[in-house]
Each structure stands twice: as structure tokens, then as C-alpha cells.
């Protein structure tokens, strides 16, 4: 399990890093969403860095097989289904696409 999340890490570092922002942000008691809907009113993330989380997150879910638990690890937000994860992750990851139109 340690050696899937340090590959996941290493090979998806901006996706990765979303996922460690929403989960520092539900240890503050926020929910999911509402961590999330923060995180794309940030200005601190820049331009390049959403490309980034968008181009990698979305290598992420065209894998074969889709390692959902590995999501649950990183960003310790139980889903329920593999399904529920890749429903959760197309949302989040068309809604940092939206802001760079914006």
C-alpha cells in the first residue's frame, strides 16, 4: 500500500497535491465540497498548476482499472464505489477546468 501511494505521488504530484489540500482542509471540520469550492476561489493556485491537476487527473482515471482505494488513501474521503470516486473526480476536475475559461 505505502509503495502504490509513493508511485501515486510521485507520478501524479499536482493531482496529489489537490488531493492533500482537500484533506488538510477536512481535518478543519469543512465538508468535501465545501473544501473543495475554497481550494478553486483560491488565487493562490496559479494557471499552470490547474492545467496541471487537470491534465494529470485526468491520465489518472484512464488507467484500466482505476485504483478508487488509492484515492480514498490520499485524500482520506471515504467513497463508497469505484463509481462514486470516478463520478466525484470528473466533477472536480471540470470544475478547475471551468476557472481557467473564467
Not at 501511494?5 to 507520478?11: G, H
Amino acid at each position: 500500500m505505502f509503495d502504490s501511494r509513493r508511485r501515486f505521488n510521485a507520478e501524479y504530484t499536482c493531482f496529489a497535491g489537490l488531493l492533500l489540500a482537500l484533506l488538510e482542509a477536512t481535518y478543519d471540520q469543512k465538508l468535501l465540497q465545501d473544501a473543495f469550492a475554497d481550494w478553486l476561489r483560491s488565487e493562490a493556485i496559479i494557471y499552470d498548476s490547474r492545467r496541471e491537476i487537470i491534465e494529470e487527473g485526468r491520465a489518472f482515471m484512464k488507467q484500466e482499472e482505476l485504483p478508487w482505494t488509492l484515492i480514498r488513501e490520499v485524500s482520506n474521503y471515504y467513497f463508497e464505489t469505484k463509481e462514486e470516486a470516478f463520478t466525484w473526480l470528473s466533477g472536480a476536475l471540470d470544475q478547475i477546468e471551468a476557472t481557467l475559461r473564467d
